[in-house]
């Protein structure tokens, strides 16, 4: 027998054993689902568009709430507003737990805020949140550097004098600054080599994760971690972040004042002195790290890839922009810029802010949960440490609140008087107990930024509105927006 077959044929059984060793059989009462084949689970259902359109077309068949195999592993679905509720916001503690994304659990490996579980999660999320709030988030002092940092990107698009331009690094540049000042303590300046570099880093990652060679990684990573693939480029990429956050960390040490904290890492390092005699304490140099790149990239990426959605749509429908810059015309007006108090006399702007949100759908697919015990769930009995993905996609175009769920509308969010009407299945950053710490300033960072920039220019594109193409480039756990080219005309 050739080497060549001995080889193939050592691999496929180191293959099997690999993943029946490490995927024990589920106990508990799991979902209906489709009938998973051994070690392939439910790779033949799969949809070759993505696990979105996979997970659309099985909930027709199994409802809501449903079970499905990826890879050799079970995960439960949980799909529509009410049962997405009911787990996330009715038995919230149950549910709080934190799977994992298995291209990036070697570089996070249950760190930080975002992918940690247990006390560790609950202890990093109530040090994260409160001193976020002290540094100014949700108070003033945030909602002038997101003004600032506004008037430095009309200033930069003024340059442009009209010409077609990728907004892509541009709506980067000045969400990541406002993360930035907070975490790190400083803003860059767009052209900053380091900065542009951070940001190339965090954009090529997300594209990563998204494609589908990420997606295969995620059904079968027991076994393809040991051969080249994006999960090597995503581990690269994710260590230089890690590398710049660790020169960072060490600048800070170097000027602390314990007195006077100029920023999260200033006041975790504070913290960290302070408990360095408890062997058990959660605040250590590994959470410090991981808590400050899990803040860094959602910080950056979420908030300016709905930027660069929005204005996709606003090219696409050019009479919604139109209407938005009336509104800002009647109750701004164009001497002085936008402020968050302007929010509640523009319902219209809010509207079309949220349709936005709703209808680009960045990310159809939250970040993974885990059941953090025996969780017995209509009728069903999930095992403690079971995954459960949560189908956001699916509130987001439910049929049940939004009229047309599948058309960009922003009387979606608006009742019979023009009035902004709330909607339980808006819930774009999740809900419950692990829903998005940065939500409030992600919200007031899409009104100042759409209404600063919709103040000083009109849009245009050289493509005609009715040939634009707004299909994501990317479709994973996240969207990544298509590239396009945009004209900002002064007013």
């Known amino acids: 027998m050739e080497a060549s077959v001995l080889l193939l044929l050592a691999l496929l059984v180191g293959f099997l054993l690999l993943m029946i060793r490490g995927h024990p059989k589920p106990r508990g009462h799991l979902p209906p689902g489709p009938r998973p084949l051994p070690l392939l689970g439910n790779l033949l259902q799969m949809d070759r568009k993505g696990p979105l359109n996979s997970f659309i077309q099985l909930q027709k068949k199994y409802g809501d709430v449903f079970t499905v195999h990826l890879g050799p592993r079970p995960v439960v679905m949980l799909y529509g507003t009410e049962a997405i509720r009911e787990a996330l916001v009715d038995q919230a503690e149950a549910f709080s737990g934190r799977g994992t994304v298995a291209v990036l659990?070697?570089?996070?490996?249950?760190?930080g805020?975002?992918?940690?579980?247990?006390?560790?999660?609950?202890?990093?999320?109530?040090?994260?949140?409160?001193?976020?709030?002290?540094?100014g988030m949700g108070k003033r002092s945030v909602e002038e550097r997101i003004q600032e940092e506004a008037r430095c990107v009309v200033e930069e698009l003024r340059k442009s004098q009209g010409t077609p331009l990728d907004p892509t690094f541009i709506f980067q540049c000045i969400t990541s600054n406002i993360i930035c000042s907070i975490v790190f303590g400083e803003r860059f300046d767009y052209k900053d080599r380091q900065f542009l570099r951070l940001l190339e880093l965090i954009y090529q990652t997300i594209s990563l994760i998204s494609s589908f060679s990420s997606q295969v990684f995620e059904l079968y990573s027991g076994f393809l971690k040991f051969f080249p693939g994006v999960?090597?480029?995503?581990?690269k990429n994710l260590q230089e972040v890690l590398d710049y956050i660790g020169h960072s960390v060490e600048k800070h040490r170097a000027t602390l004042d314990?007195?006077?904290?100029?920023?999260?890492?200033d006041t975790y390092l504070i913290r960290m002195e302070k408990e360095k005699s408890n062997q058990h304490t959660e605040f250590h140099h590994q959470n410090l790290?991981?808590?400050?790149?899990?803040?860094?990239?959602?910080g950056t990426e979420t908030t300016s890839t709905t930027l660069r959605f929005g204005f996709l749509l606003l090219l696409k429908y050019p009479h919604v922009a139109e209407k938005v810059q009336k509104e800002i015309d009647q109750v701004i007006g164009s001497h002085r810029p936008p402020s968050l108090d302007d929010r509640t006399k523009m319902p219209y702007t809010e509207a079309v802010i949220r349709e936005i949100q709703r209808f680009s759908d960045i990310a159809p697919i939250a970040a993974p949960h885990k059941v953090t015990k025996d969780t017995l769930f209509r009728g069903y009995l999930l095992p403690k440490n079971t995954e459960v993905y949560v189908v956001l996609s699916a509130a987001l175009h439910d049929p049940r609140y939004f009229e047309q769920p599948d058309a960009f509308n922003p009387?979606?969010?608006?009742?019979?008087?023009?009035?902004?009407?709330?909607?339980?299945a808006f819930m774009p950053f999740s809900t419950g107990k692990r829903i998005c710490l940065g939500e409030?300033?992600?919200?007031?960072?899409?009104?100042?930024?759409?209404?600063?920039?919709?103040?000083?220019f009109s849009v245009s594109s050289p493509v005609a509105p009715k040939d634009i193409d707004l299909t994501p480039r990317e479709t994973g756990l996240t969207k990544v927006a298509p590239p396009y080219q945009i004209q900002f005309l002064p007013r």
């Open 113 to 135: 805020v975002i992918f940690a579980s247990g006390e560790r999660w609950k202890t990093l999320r109530r040090f994260s949140a409160a001193t976020m709030k002290d540094l």
């Open 258 to 265: 314990p007195n006077n904290p100029r920023d999260f890492i």
């Open 105 to 111: 659990d070697p570089i996070v490996q249950g760190y």
């Open 411 to 424: 009387d979606h969010f608006l009742d019979a008087n023009g009035a902004l009407k709330k909607m339980e």
């Open 231 to 235: 999960h090597r480029q995503i581990y």
């Open 440 to 456: 409030g300033i992600a919200r007031n960072e899409l009104f100042l930024f759409f209404t600063t920039i919709l103040q000083s």
């Open 289 to 298: 790290m991981q808590s400050v790149l899990s803040l860094f990239f959602a």
